[in-house]
């Protein structure tokens, strides 16, 4: 790195990896003395990048945060790390505005080597992905994520304007409790002063949202994550169903998501509540969890169990070659 724009562009790499630095631990890293180190600091400042030096015997070198990004310096492993996030973020719908992860990813491909980015290039071309963002939708405003958080974490009443999913608008007072990034979409919970109770919202159906003067505290326990599946979990559908697993929560856990059932240990095994628009759905699920179990309601979910037993014992039925197979049925 015999340039000096090199060891300015390298010192500036230094400062975004490191909190702080003194001038004797930067010289010895750029292989110069200490003159020219204060000579390269003054360099990225008149560059409008805000380095700050502290004076004293613990002093040094930093980056202070300033009201724009600075330059990032990214190794070749950094910018691999980068770039696969963001398209990783796109993919699954965990990024915000679309066309952020876009120009963000354009800017990196830009800048990086022609080798490195036709590898990168090709992991894009053949990586799959078995959850994805849910069709035609978008994600939430950056600025509506970062208001949120921020309220959150500084336990801050906002007020916001939502649109339900049958497009009626609303105005609300909430205490943002949490965010939760949950089957390829952002949701926040917490205390809807409207409803007077714990409500979730999905972030791409918010419109505004301005923090208030109010402040709130988190009941004792509360757990977002757990609160929001739980909520989904329970959206009205046609059929209320309880079965009794004979079986453990922790192996239970491990075959049902959190957000098709709720469920509960009891002395006779666990409790599966849950809500379900197709009956014969749901007596699929539970023939494949591998462990007995009793049907409480509805009274219709035997008969649905019974014929899915009937259609698996005549498929069980037939023989190894031959047979003409019957005509195709759509699967409930």
Same mark, same amino acid.
């Given at each position: ?39 390269? $600091? ?6 409008? #990048? ?66 490195? $980015? ?87 159906? #918010? ?48 075959? #049902?998501?959190?957000?098709? $059932? ?37 009274? $219709? ?32």
């Amino acid at each position: 790195m015999s340039h000096p724009a090199g060891r300015v562009l390298a010192l500036l790499e230094v400062l975004q990896t490191r909190h702080r630095a003194t001038a004797a631990e930067l010289a010895g890293w750029l292989g110069v003395d200490e003159r020219t180190v204060r000579r390269y $600091a003054a360099t990225l400042v008149e560059l409008g #990048i805000p380095v700050t030096a502290d004076r004293g015997r613990y002093g040094g070198y930093r980056l202070h945060s300033g009201y724009k990004l600075p330059p990032l310096m990214l190794t070749d492993d950094e910018a691999v790390a980068v770039l696969l996030g963001l398209v990783v973020a796109e993919r699954v719908g965990l990024a915000t505005e679309q066309p952020a992860t876009a120009t963000a990813l354009a800017k990196i491909r830009r800048v990086l080597p022609a080798a490195l $980015a036709d590898r990168l290039a090709a992991v894009q071309e053949h990586l799959g992905f078995t959850l994805r963002r849910p069709e035609q939708e978008r994600g939430p405003a950056s600025g509506t994520l970062l208001t949120l958080a921020s309220a959150a974490r500084h336990r801050q009443r906002v007020a916001l304007d939502y649109r339900s999913w049958r497009g009626e608008r609303s105005h609300r007072e909430l205490d943002p409790y949490g965010l939760v990034f949950h089957a390829g979409r952002w949701y926040v919970t917490g205390h809807d002063h409207r409803r007077g109770e714990v409500r979730t919202f999905r972030l791409d159906r #918010i419109g505004a949202v301005t923090p208030g003067e109010a402040t709130f505290t988190v009941p004792d326990g509360f757990e977002a994550v757990a609160w929001v599946t739980r909520s989904l979990a329970g959206v009205p559908y046609q059929h209320e169903v309880e079965v009794l697993l004979e079986t453990d929560l922790v192996a239970a856990r491990r075959r #049902i998501p959190p957000s098709v $059932a709720e469920l509960t240990a009891t002395t006779d095994g666990v409790l599966l509540r849950a809500r379900a628009e197709s009956l014969p759905g749901m007596a699929a699920l539970l023939s494949g969890l591998g462990c007995p179990f009793t049907v409480r309601q509805p009274e $219709a979910l035997r008969t649905a169990v019974a014929e899915h037993a009937r259609r698996l014992a005549e498929w069980a039925a037939r023989p190894a070659g031959g047979q003409t197979p019957s005509p195709r049925r759509p699967l409930d």
